[in-house]
């Protein structure tokens, strides 16, 4: 059984950084993908970025430039350096690992606020 283990979210002003990791544990072999989405109050859930275990890389238009996602394979883990953050970078974000089936973290809230 995957269990995705989610931290680093929190308050923070416009323009601020903050660095997400999600952290995979059980067992797992070759490929998969892992990344980031967002849901906002009143909307669906999006895609931030995606990192495939080839290396290539999946961005929303909102998050290219100010968002890098990168993994440590040798954890299982997954990150998501967001920089500049706007007011409706608010949300929670959802990590993600495509492993034979989808699965989930319990998700983490970003508030960007003044």
């Known amino acids: 059984q995957v269990q995705l283990v989610e931290s680093g979210g929190g308050l923070v002003q416009p323009g601020g950084s903050l660095r997400l990791s999600c952290a995979a544990s059980?067992?797992?072999?070759?490929?998969?993908?892992m990344g980031w989405y967002r849901q906002a109050p009143g909307k669906q859930r999006e895609l931030v970025a995606v990192?495939?275990?080839?290396?290539?890389?999946t961005y929303a238009e909102s998050a290219k430039g100010r968002f890098t996602i990168s993994r440590d394979n040798a954890k299982n883990t997954v990150y998501l350096q967001m920089n500049s953050l706007k007011p409706e970078d608010t949300a929670v974000y959802y990590c993600y690992l495509l492993y034979i089936y989808d699965y989930w973290g319990q998700g983490t809230q970003v508030t960007v606020s003044s």
């Open positions: 059980g067992s797992m072999f070759g490929t998969n993908v």
């Open positions: 990192l495939r275990s080839g290396g290539r890389t």
